[in-house]
């Protein structure tokens, strides 16, 4: 097994304060995320459970492990997908850029065998950038 990190980072055109507001409820990613169908929360914070399905009918859940308002950072473990990985963890991060606006750095770490790891690189960073754009597009119309 190895272990893969794999960071997108992106500037919005957003207040970074709307967008930790918007990441720290921890919902919503069916609005964000083209590949993401169905999204639901239980409880708030360290500790809460997300569930969601994807477009082709898997499952994933997540466990929130922490919500820290000072850094403007999320961590959560992935503990169930559909991709061939035995761990993977996200780190979502949300600087103040010298205009006010949001830098979000998400990053993730993820274990699996050398021959899966580009190809689940590939499809973490398409899918999170595509997220983030999206997230972008909601906050904006709000």
Do not use: H
Request: aromatic share 10%.
């Amino acid at each position: 097994m190895m272990m893969t990190k794999q960071p997108i980072v992106k500037k919005l055109n957003v207040p970074a304060d709307v967008v930790w507001a918007a990441i720290r409820n921890i919902g919503r990613l069916d609005d964000w995320f083209p590949i993401i169908e169905t999204c639901r929360v239980e409880g708030e914070g360290a500790g809460a459970l997300r569930y969601m399905t994807i477009a082709d009918g898997g499952d994933i859940k997540d466990t929130i492990e922490e919500v820290d308002d000072f850094n403007k950072r999320l961590v959560y473990l992935r503990p169930i997908s559909p991709f061939p990985v035995t761990y993977y963890k996200g780190t979502v991060e949300v600087f103040k850029s010298y205009d006010g606006l949001a830098v979000v750095v998400w990053t993730i770490d993820f274990e699996s065998t050398p021959e899966n790891s580009s190809s689940v690189a590939e499809l973490v960073k398409g899918a999170i950038s595509d997220g983030i754009d999206g997230m972008e597009k909601d906050l904006q119309s709000a």
